[in-house]
Protein backbone atom coordinates (compact mmCIF):
# COMPACT_ATOMS: atom_id res chain seq x y z
CA UNK A 1 0.00 0.00 0.00
CA UNK A 2 2.75 2.59 0.70
CA UNK A 3 4.09 1.80 -2.59
CA UNK A 4 0.41 2.86 -4.37
CA UNK A 5 0.26 6.08 -1.91
CA UNK A 6 3.57 6.73 -3.06
CA UNK A 7 2.83 6.57 -7.04
CA UNK A 8 -0.91 8.18 -6.53
CA UNK A 9 0.89 11.16 -4.80
CA UNK A 10 3.43 11.45 -7.70
CA UNK A 11 0.60 11.46 -10.12
CA UNK A 12 -1.55 13.81 -7.83
CA UNK A 13 1.20 16.46 -7.55
CA UNK A 14 2.20 16.50 -11.13
CA UNK A 15 6.04 15.53 -9.67
CA UNK A 16 5.20 12.43 -12.67
CA UNK A 17 2.38 12.01 -15.18
CA UNK A 18 4.36 8.85 -16.58
CA UNK A 19 5.69 4.88 -16.17
CA UNK A 20 9.34 5.77 -16.83
CA UNK A 21 8.49 9.19 -15.07
CA UNK A 22 7.34 7.32 -11.46
CA UNK A 23 10.07 5.36 -11.89
CA UNK A 24 12.83 7.79 -11.78
CA UNK A 25 11.16 10.31 -9.29
CA UNK A 26 10.06 7.46 -6.82
CA UNK A 27 12.97 4.67 -6.94
CA UNK A 28 10.67 2.20 -7.34
CA UNK A 29 11.32 -0.76 -9.97
CA UNK A 30 9.43 -1.10 -12.97
CA UNK A 31 7.07 -3.56 -12.12
CA UNK A 32 6.69 -2.27 -9.07
CA UNK A 33 5.38 0.97 -11.08
CA UNK A 34 3.49 -0.96 -13.67
CA UNK A 35 1.62 -3.27 -11.10
CA UNK A 36 0.61 0.18 -9.29
CA UNK A 37 -0.64 2.05 -12.24
CA UNK A 38 -2.59 -0.66 -13.26
CA UNK A 39 -4.35 -0.95 -10.14
CA UNK A 40 -4.97 2.80 -9.99
CA UNK A 41 -6.12 2.40 -13.79
CA UNK A 42 -8.28 -0.67 -12.96
CA UNK A 43 -10.24 1.03 -9.75
CA UNK A 44 -10.80 4.63 -11.84
CA UNK A 45 -8.96 6.93 -9.38
CA UNK A 46 -5.66 7.64 -12.09
CA UNK A 47 -7.26 8.05 -15.53
CA UNK A 48 -4.73 8.59 -18.98
CA UNK A 49 -5.43 12.10 -20.03
CA UNK A 50 -3.68 14.49 -22.80
CA UNK A 51 -0.62 12.55 -25.30
CA UNK A 52 2.41 13.62 -23.34
CA UNK A 53 5.85 14.68 -25.15
CA UNK A 54 7.70 12.17 -26.78
CA UNK A 55 10.84 11.41 -26.06
CA UNK A 56 11.92 9.24 -29.34
CA UNK A 57 9.36 6.66 -28.92
CA UNK A 58 5.65 6.82 -29.30
CA UNK A 59 3.74 9.15 -27.13
CA UNK A 60 2.27 8.07 -23.84
CA UNK A 61 -0.96 9.17 -22.60
CA UNK A 62 -0.48 11.42 -19.21
CA UNK A 63 -1.18 9.98 -15.95
CA UNK A 64 -3.75 11.98 -13.81
CA UNK A 65 -6.16 11.90 -11.21
CA UNK A 66 -9.82 11.56 -11.94
CA UNK A 67 -10.92 14.45 -10.41
CA UNK A 68 -14.45 14.21 -11.08
CA UNK A 69 -14.67 10.03 -9.41
CA UNK A 70 -16.09 12.10 -6.14
CA UNK A 71 -16.08 16.07 -4.63
CA UNK A 72 -15.03 16.96 -1.21
CA UNK A 73 -16.49 19.35 1.01
CA UNK A 74 -14.67 21.92 2.62
CA UNK A 75 -14.96 25.13 4.79
CA UNK A 76 -12.63 27.60 6.40
CA UNK A 77 -13.31 29.81 9.87
CA UNK A 78 -11.82 32.80 10.76
CA UNK A 79 -12.59 36.33 12.31
CA UNK A 80 -13.40 37.72 9.13
CA UNK A 81 -16.71 35.15 9.17
CA UNK A 82 -16.62 31.57 6.94
CA UNK A 83 -16.03 29.67 3.53
CA UNK A 84 -17.64 27.43 2.70
CA UNK A 85 -17.33 25.09 -0.61
CA UNK A 86 -17.38 21.77 -2.78
CA UNK A 87 -14.09 20.87 -4.92
CA UNK A 88 -13.05 18.02 -7.04
CA UNK A 89 -10.83 15.21 -6.50
CA UNK A 90 -7.74 17.45 -7.70
CA UNK A 91 -8.70 20.44 -5.04
CA UNK A 92 -10.24 22.73 -7.63
CA UNK A 93 -13.01 24.76 -6.31
CA UNK A 94 -16.59 24.07 -7.88
CA UNK A 95 -18.39 26.06 -5.82
CA UNK A 96 -17.74 29.02 -3.06
CA UNK A 97 -19.91 31.03 -0.82
CA UNK A 98 -18.61 33.72 2.06
CA UNK A 99 -20.59 34.24 4.88
CA UNK A 100 -20.55 36.24 8.38
CA UNK A 101 -20.35 34.05 11.60
CA UNK A 102 -21.78 34.69 14.89
CA UNK A 103 -19.39 33.07 16.96
CA UNK A 104 -20.98 33.85 20.49
CA UNK A 105 -23.56 31.28 19.59
CA UNK A 106 -21.47 28.20 19.69
CA UNK A 107 -20.58 25.85 16.79
CA UNK A 108 -23.77 24.03 16.59
CA UNK A 109 -25.30 26.42 14.52
CA UNK A 110 -22.39 26.51 12.37
CA UNK A 111 -22.47 23.02 11.84
CA UNK A 112 -26.01 22.74 10.83
CA UNK A 113 -25.31 25.69 8.63
CA UNK A 114 -22.74 24.44 6.65
CA UNK A 115 -24.61 20.79 6.39
CA UNK A 116 -27.41 23.04 4.78
CA UNK A 117 -24.82 24.90 2.41
CA UNK A 118 -23.13 21.72 1.12
CA UNK A 119 -26.29 20.07 0.26
CA UNK A 120 -27.57 22.92 -1.65
CA UNK A 121 -23.92 23.02 -3.12
CA UNK A 122 -24.08 19.80 -4.03
CA UNK A 123 -27.77 19.89 -5.63
CA UNK A 124 -26.84 22.93 -7.65
CA UNK A 125 -23.80 20.63 -9.00
CA UNK A 126 -26.36 17.70 -9.86
CA UNK A 127 -24.26 15.54 -7.09
CA UNK A 128 -25.52 13.73 -4.26
CA UNK A 129 -24.65 13.11 -0.87
CA UNK A 130 -23.45 10.03 -1.82
CA UNK A 131 -20.84 11.68 -4.17
CA UNK A 132 -18.86 13.15 -1.17
CA UNK A 133 -15.43 10.97 -0.45
CA UNK A 134 -14.09 13.67 2.29
CA UNK A 135 -14.84 17.21 4.49
CA UNK A 136 -12.15 19.09 5.90
CA UNK A 137 -12.07 22.19 7.15
CA UNK A 138 -10.02 24.24 9.34
CA UNK A 139 -11.18 26.72 12.49
CA UNK A 140 -8.58 29.21 14.60
CA UNK A 141 -8.52 27.03 17.24
CA UNK A 142 -6.20 24.44 18.60
CA UNK A 143 -7.20 21.17 17.22
CA UNK A 144 -6.64 17.06 17.85
CA UNK A 145 -6.18 15.92 14.56
CA UNK A 146 -6.81 12.64 15.23
CA UNK A 147 -10.10 12.81 16.61
CA UNK A 148 -11.31 16.06 14.76
CA UNK A 149 -12.35 17.53 18.34
CA UNK A 150 -11.76 21.33 19.20
CA UNK A 151 -9.16 21.67 21.99
CA UNK A 152 -9.18 25.14 22.54
CA UNK A 153 -8.67 28.25 20.99
CA UNK A 154 -7.91 32.10 22.10
CA UNK A 155 -9.73 33.51 19.43
CA UNK A 156 -13.33 31.41 20.31
CA UNK A 157 -15.83 31.47 23.28
CA UNK A 158 -15.25 28.96 25.65
CA UNK A 159 -18.66 27.34 24.33
CA UNK A 160 -16.33 26.05 21.42
CA UNK A 161 -13.82 23.89 23.73
CA UNK A 162 -14.14 19.83 23.61
CA UNK A 163 -16.61 20.30 20.28
CA UNK A 164 -16.92 16.84 18.29
CA UNK A 165 -16.53 18.63 15.24
CA UNK A 166 -15.27 15.38 12.90
CA UNK A 167 -18.88 13.59 14.60
CA UNK A 168 -20.82 16.43 13.21
CA UNK A 169 -19.93 16.91 10.07
CA UNK A 170 -19.27 12.95 8.74
CA UNK A 171 -22.52 11.69 10.13
CA UNK A 172 -24.93 13.33 7.76
CA UNK A 173 -22.83 12.53 4.42
CA UNK A 174 -21.15 9.20 5.62
CA UNK A 175 -17.43 10.68 4.52
CA UNK A 176 -14.65 10.64 6.84
CA UNK A 177 -13.65 14.60 7.91
CA UNK A 178 -10.29 15.95 9.05
CA UNK A 179 -10.08 19.90 10.76
CA UNK A 180 -7.39 21.66 11.60
CA UNK A 181 -5.89 24.95 12.65
CA UNK A 182 -7.09 27.74 10.17
CA UNK A 183 -3.35 28.70 9.54
CA UNK A 184 -1.65 25.38 8.64
CA UNK A 185 -4.65 25.24 6.04
CA UNK A 186 -2.94 28.35 4.11
CA UNK A 187 0.21 26.38 4.90
CA UNK A 188 -1.35 23.38 3.13
CA UNK A 189 -1.92 25.82 0.38
CA UNK A 190 1.11 27.07 0.10
CA UNK A 191 2.74 23.19 0.02
CA UNK A 192 0.63 21.84 -2.82
CA UNK A 193 -0.21 24.41 -4.82
CA UNK A 194 1.34 27.33 -3.99
CA UNK A 195 5.38 29.45 -3.49
CA UNK A 196 6.27 26.07 -1.31
CA UNK A 197 5.91 23.60 -4.17
CA UNK A 198 9.64 22.68 -4.20
CA UNK A 199 10.53 23.03 -0.18
CA UNK A 200 10.33 20.38 2.37
CA UNK A 201 11.36 23.08 5.35
CA UNK A 202 9.08 26.40 5.49
CA UNK A 203 7.24 28.39 7.64
CA UNK A 204 3.84 30.39 6.34
CA UNK A 205 3.42 32.90 8.36
CA UNK A 206 -0.31 34.56 8.78
CA UNK A 207 -0.20 38.04 9.87
CA UNK A 208 -3.77 39.26 9.88
CA UNK A 209 -6.20 40.14 12.65
CA UNK A 210 -4.59 37.14 14.19
CA UNK A 211 -1.22 36.24 14.71
CA UNK A 212 0.02 32.62 13.67
CA UNK A 213 2.18 30.66 11.41
CA UNK A 214 2.48 26.92 9.72
CA UNK A 215 5.40 25.53 10.33
CA UNK A 216 6.42 22.26 7.29
CA UNK A 217 9.64 20.04 8.29
CA UNK A 218 10.56 17.71 6.20
CA UNK A 219 7.42 17.91 3.80
CA UNK A 220 5.03 17.14 6.64
CA UNK A 221 3.13 19.78 8.81
CA UNK A 222 4.46 19.75 12.59
CA UNK A 223 0.46 20.23 14.56
CA UNK A 224 2.69 19.43 17.98
CA UNK A 225 1.35 17.54 21.08
CA UNK A 226 -1.86 19.34 21.63
CA UNK A 227 -2.33 20.73 17.61
CA UNK A 228 -1.08 24.10 19.00
CA UNK A 229 2.11 24.56 17.28
CA UNK A 230 2.33 27.76 15.16
CA UNK A 231 1.08 29.86 18.00
CA UNK A 232 3.51 32.51 17.62
CA UNK A 233 1.09 35.88 18.37
CA UNK A 234 1.53 34.12 21.95
CA UNK A 235 5.32 34.72 22.46
CA UNK A 236 5.80 37.95 24.64
CA UNK A 237 6.68 41.28 22.58
CA UNK A 238 9.90 43.21 23.25
CA UNK A 239 8.92 46.51 25.47
CA UNK A 240 6.53 47.67 28.16
CA UNK A 241 3.40 47.28 26.60
CA UNK A 242 1.09 45.30 28.22
CA UNK A 243 -1.89 45.24 26.50
CA UNK A 244 -4.40 42.16 27.20
CA UNK A 245 -4.43 39.50 24.54
CA UNK A 246 -7.24 36.94 23.55
CA UNK A 247 -5.66 34.14 25.53
CA UNK A 248 -6.07 36.38 28.40
CA UNK A 249 -2.28 36.98 28.92
CA UNK A 250 -0.22 40.34 29.05
CA UNK A 251 2.09 41.69 26.07
CA UNK A 252 1.54 38.83 23.81
CA UNK A 253 3.04 40.01 20.30
CA UNK A 254 -0.78 39.58 18.92
CA UNK A 255 -1.93 42.19 21.61
CA UNK A 256 0.45 44.65 20.57
CA UNK A 257 1.19 44.59 16.91
CA UNK A 258 -1.62 42.15 15.16
CA UNK A 259 -4.36 43.51 12.84
CA UNK A 260 -6.89 44.04 15.60
CA UNK A 261 -4.67 45.59 18.07
CA UNK A 262 -3.16 48.20 14.96
CA UNK A 263 -6.56 49.57 13.83
CA UNK A 264 -7.15 50.25 17.69
CA UNK A 265 -3.94 52.46 17.69
CA UNK A 266 -4.80 53.76 14.15
CA UNK A 267 -8.56 54.75 15.51
CA UNK A 268 -7.22 56.54 18.75
CA UNK A 269 -4.74 58.37 16.81
CA UNK A 270 -7.26 59.45 14.42
CA UNK A 271 -9.18 60.77 17.56
CA UNK A 272 -6.36 62.63 19.49
CA UNK A 273 -5.30 64.39 16.30
CA UNK A 274 -1.95 62.51 16.18
CA UNK A 275 -2.64 61.46 13.03
CA UNK A 276 -4.22 63.98 10.46
CA UNK A 277 -4.23 61.75 7.64
CA UNK A 278 -6.19 58.44 9.44
CA UNK A 279 -8.16 61.18 10.73
CA UNK A 280 -9.68 61.85 7.27
CA UNK A 281 -9.80 58.32 6.25
CA UNK A 282 -14.35 57.44 6.69
CA UNK A 283 -13.41 53.90 7.96
CA UNK A 284 -9.97 53.11 9.52
CA UNK A 285 -9.14 49.49 8.46
CA UNK A 286 -5.79 48.46 7.69
CA UNK A 287 -6.03 49.28 4.04
CA UNK A 288 -6.50 52.56 5.60
CA UNK A 289 -3.10 52.81 7.68
CA UNK A 290 -1.47 51.77 4.71
CA UNK A 291 -3.22 54.50 2.95
CA UNK A 292 -2.01 56.90 5.29
CA UNK A 293 1.14 55.83 5.59
CA UNK A 294 1.62 56.57 1.30
CA UNK A 295 0.44 59.71 1.81
CA UNK A 296 3.63 60.13 4.37
CA UNK A 297 1.93 60.31 7.80
CA UNK A 298 4.33 60.17 10.34
CA UNK A 299 2.20 58.09 12.85
CA UNK A 300 0.87 55.60 10.40
CA UNK A 301 4.50 54.88 9.11
CA UNK A 302 6.07 54.33 12.85
CA UNK A 303 3.11 51.96 13.01
CA UNK A 304 3.40 50.05 10.22
CA UNK A 305 7.60 49.94 10.85
CA UNK A 306 7.18 49.18 14.37
CA UNK A 307 4.81 45.91 13.49
CA UNK A 308 6.96 44.57 11.10
CA UNK A 309 10.04 44.93 12.71
CA UNK A 310 8.64 43.55 16.12
CA UNK A 311 7.37 40.71 14.17
CA UNK A 312 10.47 39.96 12.29
CA UNK A 313 12.05 39.88 15.95
CA UNK A 314 9.51 37.10 17.08
CA UNK A 315 10.44 35.60 13.76
CA UNK A 316 14.06 35.28 14.01
CA UNK A 317 13.68 33.34 17.29
CA UNK A 318 11.93 30.71 15.26
CA UNK A 319 14.05 30.67 12.12
CA UNK A 320 16.81 29.83 14.46
CA UNK A 321 15.16 27.32 15.99
CA UNK A 322 14.00 25.64 12.76
CA UNK A 323 16.11 26.58 10.29
CA UNK A 324 13.49 26.86 6.76
CA UNK A 325 15.08 27.34 3.38
CA UNK A 326 11.64 29.72 3.19
CA UNK A 327 9.39 32.22 5.34
CA UNK A 328 6.48 32.97 3.49
CA UNK A 329 4.42 35.83 4.61
CA UNK A 330 1.13 36.75 3.97
CA UNK A 331 -2.30 38.21 5.12
CA UNK A 332 -3.75 42.03 5.81
CA UNK A 333 -0.78 43.67 7.68
CA UNK A 334 0.51 43.73 4.39
CA UNK A 335 -1.82 46.13 3.60
CA UNK A 336 0.28 48.57 6.17
CA UNK A 337 2.46 49.47 3.48
CA UNK A 338 5.48 48.16 1.69
CA UNK A 339 7.24 49.19 4.93
CA UNK A 340 5.90 46.64 6.93
CA UNK A 341 7.40 43.50 5.03
CA UNK A 342 10.78 45.93 4.58
CA UNK A 343 10.75 45.67 8.45
CA UNK A 344 10.24 42.54 9.48
CA UNK A 345 12.77 41.24 6.74
CA UNK A 346 15.14 43.77 8.17
CA UNK A 347 14.22 42.44 12.07
CA UNK A 348 14.72 38.66 10.61
CA UNK A 349 18.36 39.32 8.90
CA UNK A 350 19.30 41.19 11.78
CA UNK A 351 18.50 38.98 15.01
CA UNK A 352 19.00 35.64 12.97
CA UNK A 353 22.28 33.63 12.78
CA UNK A 354 23.47 34.69 9.39
CA UNK A 355 24.24 30.73 8.55
CA UNK A 356 20.99 30.15 9.16
CA UNK A 357 19.54 33.12 6.85
CA UNK A 358 22.11 32.54 4.45
CA UNK A 359 19.88 30.12 2.74
CA UNK A 360 16.94 31.69 3.30
CA UNK A 361 14.48 32.94 0.88
CA UNK A 362 11.63 35.39 2.51
CA UNK A 363 8.46 36.27 0.34
CA UNK A 364 5.64 38.42 0.57
CA UNK A 365 2.63 36.97 -0.78
CA UNK A 366 -0.98 38.12 -1.23
CA UNK A 367 -3.40 35.16 -1.18
CA UNK A 368 -6.30 33.82 -3.02
CA UNK A 369 -9.29 34.73 -0.79
CA UNK A 370 -9.89 31.02 -1.56
CA UNK A 371 -6.56 29.64 -0.29
CA UNK A 372 -8.44 28.61 2.94
CA UNK A 373 -10.40 26.10 1.06
CA UNK A 374 -7.87 25.61 -1.44
CA UNK A 375 -5.64 24.52 1.89
CA UNK A 376 -8.39 22.23 3.28
CA UNK A 377 -8.98 20.73 0.14
CA UNK A 378 -5.64 19.25 -0.20
CA UNK A 379 -5.28 18.15 3.62
CA UNK A 380 -8.64 15.93 2.89
CA UNK A 381 -6.82 14.84 -0.02
CA UNK A 382 -3.05 14.22 1.76
CA UNK A 383 -5.17 12.03 4.53
CA UNK A 384 -7.40 10.08 1.92
CA UNK A 385 -4.55 8.98 -0.11
CA UNK A 386 -2.30 8.29 2.85
CA UNK A 387 -1.13 4.31 2.93
CA UNK A 388 -3.19 3.97 6.38
CA UNK A 389 -6.52 5.73 4.86
CA UNK A 390 -5.92 3.39 1.13
CA UNK A 391 -5.73 0.38 3.11
CA UNK A 392 -9.00 0.86 5.02
CA UNK A 393 -10.71 1.74 1.15
CA UNK A 394 -8.86 1.20 -1.54
CA UNK A 395 -10.50 -2.39 -2.29
CA UNK A 396 -14.02 -0.74 -1.82
CA UNK A 397 -13.55 1.91 -4.06
CA UNK A 398 -14.53 4.77 -2.38
CA UNK A 399 -13.50 6.21 1.26
CA UNK A 400 -17.31 6.05 2.42
CA UNK A 401 -17.65 5.17 5.93
CA UNK A 402 -20.65 4.32 8.27
CA UNK A 403 -21.66 6.71 10.70
CA UNK A 404 -24.66 6.46 12.92
CA UNK A 405 -27.09 8.94 11.58
CA UNK A 406 -28.12 10.65 14.48
CA UNK A 407 -25.80 11.91 16.38
CA UNK A 408 -26.21 13.36 20.25
CA UNK A 409 -24.78 17.03 20.49
CA UNK A 410 -22.93 16.99 23.37
CA UNK A 411 -22.44 19.71 25.52
CA UNK A 412 -18.76 19.83 27.51
ZN1 LIG B 1 -1.82 35.92 23.85
Known sequence: MTALATVLDHIRSGRARSKPELQRATGLGRTIVVERVAQLLASGLVREGELGASTGGRAARELQINAEAGVLLVFYVNLKGVDVGITDLSGHLLHRQHAENDFASGPEPLVEWLIKTWDGQLSELGKTRTDVWGIGGGIPAHIDFASGTLIDSPSLPASWRGFPFRKHLSAPFGAPAWLDTDDNLLAVAELRTGNARDHENFIYVHADLALGCGIVTGG???????????????????????????????????????????????????????????????????????????????????????????????????????????????????????????????????????????????????????AGLIGAANMVLDELFSPQELARWFAAGSPEITVPESVEVEHP
Open 220 to 370: TLVRGAQGAAGNIGHIAAYGTDDALCRCGRRGCIEAVFGGEALVRKAVAAAESGESPALARQADIDLGAIGEAARLGDPFAIELSRAAGYNIGRILSATINVMNPALLIVGGRLLQTGTLFFAALREAILHHSLPFVTEGLTIQAVEHPQT
